[in-house]
């Protein structure tokens, strides 16, 4: 990422009012191939290349975490060029404009603007600009759902471009059109005759592509919409795929890592001669704010921590939870809201309906840990002026730039190899440990491995943040809701994160948003229902709790607020709370499919009193799901037996991804529900192994049954999108089981 991201280099410049954005039309739309091309492979553009013995190797530039990324998109260049799927291979892709993700910019911009701008920025002049920033600044990043709605029109280019190239070399060889040619599974023919793409590429690579360039007449082909083998899966099964914790060099030493509570925190003190008996142990290398340890293995290094006691020193608020509860209580009572959203008059619909009545609810979300299998990880080689990182990142350019600013050396001097990530849910956007194992490889002067241990992991965590939601709703005498009013206490957690990526510090960045107004800390708080009087607010929080992206993003707060709302309302009203949300789903076709099918899915029965099943709904990023839970409670806590799950998500580029995915975030939905959060106390959270954040377990598993509504709209998100119905589901279905209505996260906390 370029110097000066969070100020110069952003979207706009001063005082210009609505015209202040820039847009680069100078700037070049064409970049030179940036695909290493070893002895007997031919490159075709950054994307792919192709050797001589037919492997096809492509490009992936997002960062592959379990979600399946690398088959994905190689699935849209091998089916738009034609590929066997048997001789396709994949790499990281380095850092070029060609990759920016431009999607997240033009969504995520909210976050980048100032506030007194951000939300009169709207429009094609404002995409436009978004998009010549992104480009301009190989802004790459995985997050939001955007992977395949950012790249599969590229990828589509990519292969097109190629086959065509194949095409046109071999038709100089049959003396014939190269538009009469095909390209199919690794072969182009014409008529009966045919050549392998391994025997055209050295002569292919000599031709150029036309303009215009014609793209299959479908999206779906011989790859792209099928069922083909994840290309990740045998290397994990076998041992044989590298994560950044896998590097061994030569010579290399291990660190362990401990800092000291949230906040504004230094090292005060270290018992340096303390390690001095552990096997193993190298070198204590102190920092202001950190101490490591380094070892010829990473338990030794571990040890020597413990046995060099360090001490710390925090000046200033430190997260608590009785305080930060406090807090989002007073703000949402006393302070100052900023409207995202508003419709009509809600204060209107008191007046105007007679026999209005007026029903309230209250939520809270408790912060929530990532807890991914694999902590932070990184291996870090510091030579001749040069610093190479071995990292799984969702923003790699912003770990770069962070590791150059470590240790006073130019980004241009930092490599990073992107490695496969052990789960990340937005975990791995945060760029400090780069920072720290620049730092130790420096002052090594050897090759270092950097693992952080579990509870070093949950301390430095920047969590999905804790939430306190109050709304109220209008129903008028025949059971329709007339109004709405949606207020939450949240941080502006994705401008914090934003800034984060800028390279400011978590408290910096903390300081930087305190009293902003966030609409992307609200996404999804706008229900989907014609509601024809309703206000969305937002009431920043400033808290000292770093926090940002967590899988679902805002959508898995917001969605359990206004699911679980919207069932009490049905409650309310006497009326069956599916037809309740159908009576209210005007122009929304799709998200309707998504319930009538569920329901017939999973044999819903109304959802009445002892039932145990309850119901949800939600769109995101393109896509729409509905989810049916069939839930009870027991002397153990909640019980999920079965959950359905009825998808529309687009085109899909792998049916068995898609369900993977969805499956994954029903997983992950249902953990929100009944754990992953952690309460913090002297700045210091009090989950520090796994068993602390009651993760269900596969005993607890419920039967999972999803369904896809075929379709031929773009490509929605998906790995997200299986998140955030769930908990409100599973709450719904308690209330049907037992009359218990739950509105904290988790369920059957304690709350508020």
């Not at 789960?423 to 760029?431: A, D, M, V």
Request: with cysteine; aromatic share 6%; glycine share 10%.
């Amino acid at each position: 990422m370029s110097e000066g991201f969070s100020r110069r280099n952003l979207l706009i410049g001063g005082g210009l009012g609505v015209g202040l954005l820039i847009a680069w039309q100078a700037w070049p739309r064409t970049y030179r191939a940036n695909m290493p091309v070893g002895k007997g492979e031919h490159g075709f553009g950054s994307w792919l290349k192709i050797a001589e013995n037919g492997t096809i190797t492509i490009a992936v530039p997002q960062s592959e975490m379990g979600q399946g990324v690398y088959t994905a998109l190689a699935q849209i260049v091998g089916g738009e060029l034609g590929a066997d799927w048997r001789t396709v291979a994949v790499q990281p892709a380095l850092a070029s404009p060609e990759f920016a993700n431009q999607t997240f910019v033009r969504e995520w911009r909210a976050a980048m603007l100032p506030t007194s701008i951000a939300a009169s920025v709207g429009g094609d002049l404002a995409d436009s600009v978004s998009n010549d920033w992104a480009e301009r600044n190989a802004f790459m990043i995985t997050a939001g759902s955007t992977s395949i709605r950012q790249f599969e029109m590229p990828c589509r280019m990519a292969g097109a471009a190629a086959r065509v190239l194949l095409c046109q070399a071999a038709a100089a060889r049959w003396d014939t059109n190269w538009e009469a040619c095909e390209a199919a599974n690794g072969f182009v023919t014409f008529g009966k005759k045919k050549i392998a793409f391994a025997d055209l590429v050295a002569e292919a690579a000599d031709y150029e592509v036309p303009d215009p360039l014609p793209l299959r007449a479908s999206p779906l082909n011989g790859l792209s919409g099928k069922e083909a083998v994840r290309l990740d899966v045998a290397a994990k099964v076998d041992g044989s795929a590298n994560f950044a914790g896998d590097i061994r060099l030569p010579d290399m030493l291990y660190a362990s890592v401990r800092a000291g509570p949230i906040g504004n925190t230094r090292l005060k003190s270290v018992n340096a001669k303390g390690a001095a008996k552990i096997k193993g142990f190298v070198k204590l290398i102190k920092t202001e704010s950190w101490v490591a340890a380094l070892g010829t293995n990473w338990w030794a290094a571990n040890r020597a921590l413990d046995a060099v006691a360090p001490v710390f020193e925090t000046t200033g608020r430190m997260p608590d939870s009785t305080v930060m509860n406090a807090t989002l209580d007073r703000m949402l009572s006393k302070g100052k809201g900023h409207r995202i959203h508003g419709k009509g008059s809600f204060e209107g619909t008191l007046e105007k309906f007679a026999g209005t009545r007026v029903f309230k609810g209250q939520y809270a979300v408790a912060p929530a840990l990532h807890a991914p299998i694999e902590t932070r990880s990184v291996t870090a080689q510091f030579a001749n002026g040069k610093l190479t990182l071995w990292l799984s990142s969702q923003a790699p350019e912003a770990a770069r730039q962070a590791a150059a600013n470590a240790i006073g050396i130019s980004t241009d001097d930092v490599t990073l190899v992107p490695m496969q990530a052990g789960g990340s849910f937005g975990r791995n956007l945060c760029s400090l440990i780069a920072e720290q194992v620049a730092v130790l490889a420096k002052q090594a002067e050897r090759p270092v491995q950097l693992v952080w241990s579990r509870p070093e992991e949950f301390m430095r965590d920047m969590v999905r943040p804790p939430v306190l939601a109050r709304l109220t709703g209008t129903i008028d005498v025949a059971g329709r809701v007339q109004g709405m009013a949606v207020k939450i206490a949240v941080p502006a957690t994705t401008r914090q994160q934003m800034r984060r990526i800028g390279g400011e510090t978590p408290s910096e960045a903390i300081a930087s948003v305190r009293s902003d107004a966030d609409p992307l800390a609200l996404d999804g708080a706008i229900p989907p229902y014609a509601i024809p009087n309703i206000t969305v607010s937002h009431f920043p929080v400033n808290l000292s709790l770093p926090t940002g992206l967590w899988r679902g993003n805002a959508h898995s707060y917001t969605t359990f607020f206004i699911e679980s709302f919207v069932d009490e309302l049905a409650h309310a009203a006497g009326v069956e709370p599916l037809s309740y949300r159908m009576q209210m789903l005007v122009g929304q076709t799709r998200l309707a499919r998504c319930l009538t099918g569920v329901a017939a899915l999973s044999g819903w029965d109304g959802g009445a009193g002892g039932s145990g099943k309850g119901i949800a709904c939600h769109s995101m990023y393109g896509s729409h799901i509905a989810v049916v839970a069939t839930a009870r409670t027991n002397e153990s806590g909640v019980r999920v037996d079965r959950i359905s799950a009825m998808v529309d998500c687009g085109r899909l580029i792998n049916p068995e991804l898609a369900r993977q995915q969805i499956e994954g975030g029903i997983v992950f939905g249902l953990a929100q529900a009944l754990g992953s959060s952690t309460a913090y106390e002297n700045g210091l959270p009090l989950a520090r192994r796994f068993r602390d954040i009651d993760l269900p377990l596969l005993g607890d598993m419920p039967e999972i049954e999803v369904e896809f509504i075929r379709s031929t709209e773009d490509p929605g998100g998906v790995s997200e999108l299986g998140v955030a119905a769930v908990a409100p589901a599973v709450a719904n279905a308690l209330f049907s089981a037992a009359g218990l209505r739950l509105r904290d996260l988790p369920l059957l906390s304690s709350g508020f």
